[in-house]
């Protein structure tokens, strides 16, 4: 089952430290960014990406995709001040499709194996998203006092692809534009509208890369995943 992807890129890297878009910092002699788009100029079911990106970085990154053979983007919209809107900038511009991926540019270890999961759930049931279950005990804690312990076993730790039947995902979108709504994520728009999101799950490998710890434990996972095959 085909579907096309949305990757927001226009992020600035702040909890990074890196005083640039963390996109551009290297694993293993190539961007984050580069990792990522290679996800999804390798699997076949890709039809198509979206990159929504800062204006003064658009060359940066068309120099990029011709460096790294990256044929799959459709178009680099200008991104906005929130995910959400670059987001939404995307959808904007993308033709109907069936299935529309949004994933965090930042997380390149996805595997094309969770990426099908999600595609067939969305395609199904309307919305779809990766996630894996909570490790460790959680606490409700106010002002540094537990309040309560949290049962694990209903928590999930959300990631990305969040997969959406199109008309869906733009409803979504459009109604919190509409009415000035900012969501943590695309499935919380869903949320709001009624629409019911199953639950994938993924794999802990599946790290999105915010600070310099998340750069070792992303060069880890590329030699374990060498090594491996």
Not at 56 to 80: H, N, Q, S, W
Not at 128 to 143: E, F, H, L, Y
Not at 194 to 213: A, D, F, L, P
Request: charged share 25%; aromatic share 6%; proline share 3%.
């Amino acid at each position: 089952m085909q579907y096309e992807v949305v990757l927001p890129a226009a992020g600035s890297g702040k909890r990074m430290g890196a005083g640039q878009n963390k996109l551009f910092l290297y694993l293993l002699g190539k961007p984050i960014l580069a990792h990522t788009l290679e996800v999804f100029e390798r699997d076949d079911r890709c039809t198509g990406i979206w990159l929504a990106v800062k204006p003064e970085e658009r060359a940066f990154i068309e120099r990029m995709l011709v460096e790294y053979g990256i044929t799959k983007v459709k178009g680099l919209p200008d991104g906005g001040a929130e995910r959400q809107h670059s987001v939404h900038s995307c959808l904007k511009a993308m033709e109907q499709v069936s299935i529309v991926l949004v994933h965090d540019a930042a997380r390149p270890f996805i595997t094309h194996d969770i990426i099908a999961h999600l595609v067939e759930s969305a395609h199904d049931y309307g919305a779809a998203i990766a996630g894996v279950r909570a490790k460790d005990t959680m606490k409700k804690v106010s002002n540094g006092i537990i309040e309560e312990t949290v049962d694990r076993e209903s928590l999930w730790m959300v990631q990305t692809p969040q997969a959406f039947r199109f008309e869906l995902i733009v409803e979504a979108e459009d109604v919190a534009e509409k009415v000035g709504f900012l969501g943590t994520d695309e499935a919380m728009l869903m949320e709001r509208l009624g629409h019911e999101v199953r639950i994938v799950e993924s794999s802990y490998e599946n790290v999105k890369i915010t600070t310099q710890e998340d750069l070792v434990f992303g060069e880890a996972i590329l030699h374990k995943r060498a090594l491996e095959g």
